[in-house]
């Protein structure tokens, strides 16, 4: 069974750097892609990055390139998303996400996490 625990955001200032993880509790990490979506306030949830179950390939939303990179360590059940250079515009509750399919759509899915909030003040 996949349980996704995200930690790492916070308040933060515009122009920091913030590193999120996610950790499975349930071991079972390799097994599937890993993503990052978020949802900003008053928005829909969108897709951020996604990487395979390998770590062999990543991609990213196109208004995400640049300033965020994803990674995985299966060894320790874990994926991260580091952002740099936060604006006020990437405030959000940020998800991690679990896919047998290599997919950036929601409706892929199969795994979520609870969130967690990242607020960005100028």
């Known amino acids: 069974q996949v349980q996704l625990v995200e930690s790492g955001g916070g308040l933060v200032q515009a122009g920091d750097s913030l590193r999120l993880s996610c950790v499975d509790s349930?071991?079972?990490?390799?097994?599937?892609?890993m993503g990052w979506f978020r949802r900003a306030p008053g928005k829909e949830r969108e897709f951020v990055a996604r990487?395979?179950?390998?770590?062999?390939?990543?991609n990213y939303a196109d208004s995400m390139k640049g300033r965020f990179t994803i990674s995985k360590d299966n060894a320790n059940n874990t994926t991260y998303l580091r952002i740099f250079g936060l604006k006020p515009e990437d405030t959000a509750v940020y998800y991690c996400?679990?896919?047998?399919?290599?997919?950036?759509?929601?409706?892929?899915?199969?795994?979520w996490g609870q969130g967690t909030q990242v607020t960005v003040s100028s």
């Open positions: 996400a679990a896919q047998t399919r290599w997919s950036s759509r929601e409706e892929d899915v199969d795994y």
């Open positions: 349930g071991g079972a990490l390799r097994n599937y892609h």
């Open positions: 990487i395979s179950k390998t770590a062999t390939y990543t």
